[in-house]
């Protein structure tokens, strides 16, 4: 992989230039308010921030909006449908190791048996430029899970070594991105030398850790179905779905249909779901097959850490800590009820 070198000031005219040459249709980065970040569209590099620990939503509302119409149709005598799938090129600015791996498990998701077209479309506009995470948030355990570095998945990966950037150069149009509009230089073997030890020292400001080898936690979770701890974590569960809408693994959503007061059109549209909400799991009958707090609280665990890694052979859970952040019971935590397990096994 090519290693290049961009200055800070640098790097503010790259982000400049591809906002004013308009170099995808949307330029968004990670953005600061009232000590919180979140992705938003960019009029200026001046409003970027790079030095972030975590956002508030992940980089996946970008290819699954919260809210989506996905058809249009009419009713009557001559009933039609139109399906509705549109996307705008987009550059990405400041995505963190742990948010492109689950953008990767995304792409498993949306990509194997049914290939979703509205996924599809708005990622393959999408332009990634990650950043190294060196101040991870103190719920997070991305090391634990080897999320917190990556070596691809990515178009451009920046890692901080002071004055400049590292920058990584993943894919061709990364490559494209830089020679039009950035100025850099190659990386020398003591720049390299330098990023290396940015993200070993990162790798040590983890406050939170699985107890066990990460392929250790499906075996353990099959083996736990009964356990008591189920219960007891999920006893002051709110079943308010924070710790499911905040999550970049987290894949749900629910279909619904608007029809128009004249009954003669509507559409349909898709909005993001939990499996932590009360309804999640009812069916036509009335029958709600999760109907109570533990049930749901030891499904999204299984989900996390068993049930997407054995079907995509990817993490579950990429260990960004944004649910135990959200959890106003302080229980959400994959790596906390995965140690209580192992601790009772
Ligand atoms: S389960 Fe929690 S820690 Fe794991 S990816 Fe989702 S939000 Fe992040
Ligand atoms: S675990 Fe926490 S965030 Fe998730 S539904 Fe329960 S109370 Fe809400």
């Known amino acids: 992989m090519q290693n290049k070198i961009i200055s800070k000031q640098d790097l503010v005219s790259f982000v400049n230039n591809l906002i004013k040459e308009k170099a995808a249709e949307e330029i968004v980065g990670v953005k600061a308010s009232d000590g919180k970040y979140a992705f938003g569209e960019l009029a ?114 920046l890692t901080d070594i002071g004055d400049s950037y590292v920058v990584a150069v993943g894919t061709g149009n990364g490559d494209k991105l830089l020679n039009k509009y950035a100025k850099t ?7 390299l030398a330098q990023r290396d030890n940015q993200r070993r020292q ?76 009360v309804d999640f799991a009812k069916v036509a009958t009335g029958e709600n097959f999760r109907d109570d707090k533990e049930k749901r609280f030891r499904h999204r665990m299984y989900r996390k850490g068993m049930y997407l890694i054995t079907r995509y052979e990817k993490p579950g859970c990429v260990g960004c800590g944004r649910c135990a952040l959200a959890c106003l019971a302080q229980i959400a935590s994959p790596a906390e009820t995965f140690n209580l397990l192992k601790e009772a096994s």
């Open 44 to 157: 200026n590099a001046s409003e970027l921030c790079l030095d972030y620990d975590v956002t508030l939503l992940p980089p996946k509302k970008y290819f699954l909006p919260q809210k989506e119409t996905v058809l249009k149709f009419k009713l009557g005598a001559k009933p039609s449908v139109e399906p509705v799938a549109d996307a705008k090129s987009i550059i990405i600015i400041g995505v963190h190791p742990y948010d492109i791996k689950a953008i990767e498990l995304c792409d498993a998701v949306y990509t194997s048996t049914n290939p979703d077209p509205n996924y599809l479309l708005k990622r393959n506009k999408a332009t990634i430029i990650g950043v190294d995470c060196l101040n991870p948030n103190p719920k997070a355990f991305c090391p634990s899970l080897g999320t917190a570095i990556v070596e691809s998945g990515f178009d451009l990966m």
């Open 185 to 191: 230089k190659a990386a020398t073997d003591s720049e």
């Open 202 to 277: 990162a790798l040590g400001k983890y406050k939170v850790s699985l107890n066990m080898p990460s392929s250790e936690v499906p075996g353990l979770l099959e083996a736990s179905w009964d356990s008591p701890v189920f219960k007891e974590k999920s006893e002051t569960c709110l079943s308010c779905g924070s710790c499911v809408m905040v999550c970049p693994t987290c894949v749900c959503f629910d279909v619904q249909d608007d029809i128009a007061l004249t009954l003669d059109k509507g559409e349909r549209y898709r909005q993001w779901d939990a499996c932590m909400l």
